[in-house]
């Protein structure tokens, strides 16, 4: 996927980000003569979907908001030569992380699947979070991520998983979910933590799951359709019962999830069924915490209040924790969150 960043102050050149696999790369396209410049920068984002990225001064200089897994986002000069000439606003220094690595491994059809993975200090195999971002149309990047940082301080090797639908892997990867909602997501996370386990890196007694939004339905949906691959789950503002959630949610998203499914609840009832967790419910082993919001337009309250019932009604190990919020919270929230996360998954490792 390419996107168009910026025009040069005197309309000569354009500013394009190329995302390909989950790595960005910079590239100057002369309009004229549609002359392209690969900008030799150092790995990272210079691009985030939700906000800032990489733009021409008056000058024509290039600048960007530079990031990676270790070090949070900087505004960086780039020379001509895509190196750093000086860093004018910085977010101050991050403790010591851990850098995290591209792999790739085959899931159950033999397609490749990129993830991004970091290990704490010490040999394997260690307790494992994988994460499932949300979207589905969306895709993790090398870009500063404080929460796996923090997994790793407490010991946890982190794995982020860009599945079947996630973007900038190609059409027919991102569109491959359409009409069977879950399927090859779920393919594809069981493949990651098959490899994770075969390299050594995961204690296959020890792997939990993470995921908010996109990423928080598909933790729970693993948790039902595979129960005995994971210690436990860990969900933020998920969906567990596909048609009740496409009943109360906006009226913008219900289009798109239409899309997905192929039509309404009411058109493919079968489909809606087989996606949700709710299905799955009698078969969940390990223990599970949601965090979900009763203001939330988006994954509305209404379908995890069933869920919910539904596993205690089953006599499941389920907590989960209220906010008064919408689809996000702010920092304060974020950090206690995670502090209740770290007791959970310590208890299960």
Avoid at 19 to 47: F, N, V
Avoid at 58 to 78: C, F, K, M, R
Avoid at 240 to 266: H, R, S, V
Wanted: charged share 20%; net charge negative; glycine share 12%.
């Amino acid at each position: 996927e390419v996107m168009a960043l910026d025009w040069s102050p005197d309309g000569r050149d354009l500013l394009l980000c190329q995302i390909d696999r989950a790595t960005q790369q910079l590239y100057r396209l002369e309009a004229a003569t549609g002359a392209l410049a690969r900008i030799a920068h150092a790995p990272g984002g210079y691009y985030n979907p939700f906000g800032g990225g990489s733009f021409f001064g008056p000058d024509g200089t290039i600048y960007a908001l530079w990031e990676n897994s270790v070090h949070p986002p900087q505004l960086v000069e780039l020379a001509a030569d895509g190196s750093v000439t000086r860093v004018l606003l910085s977010a101050g220094d991050a403790p010591p992380g851990r850098a995290w690595r591209s792999i790739t491994f085959a899931s159950s059809d033999g397609t490749p699947v990129q993830a991004w993975l970091a290990t704490p200090e010490g040999d394997g195999p260690f307790p494992t979070i994988v994460e499932m971002h949300g979207g589905p149309h969306f895709a993790v990047t090398d870009a500063f991520n404080p929460i796996a940082q923090a997994w790793l301080d407490h010991g946890f090797a982190f794995c982020s998983i860009n599945f079947r639908g996630s973007t900038t892997f190609g059409r027919a990867f991102k569109e491959q979910i359409w009409g069977d909602v879950g399927h090859w997501e779920v393919e594809d996370v069981v493949a990651g933590r098959a490899w994770l386990v075969a390299q050594g890196i995961a204690d296959p007694a020890k792997v939990l799951l993470f995921g908010a939004s996109y990423g928080g339905f598909l933790t729970l949906l693993l948790l039902g359709r595979t129960p005995d691959l994971w210690a436990g789950g860990m969900a933020i503002a998920a969906v567990a019962d596909e048609a009740l959630g496409f009943a109360d949610t906006n009226d913008a998203l219900k289009a798109a999830i239409a899309g997905w499914y192929g039509g309404t609840p009411d058109e493919v009832p079968e489909r809606y069924h087989r996606s949700s967790p709710l299905t799955y419910a009698e078969h969940v082993q390990a223990p599970v915490i949601i965090f979900q919001g009763h203001n939330d337009t988006r994954t509305p309250p209404r379908q995890m209040e069933v869920y919910v019932e539904r596993m205690r009604s089953l006599g499941k190990a389920i907590e989960i924790e209220w906010y008064d919020a919408g689809h996000g919270v702010g920092t304060a929230e974020v950090i206690a969150f995670l502090e209740q996360m770290f007791e959970f998954a310590k208890e299960r490792v």
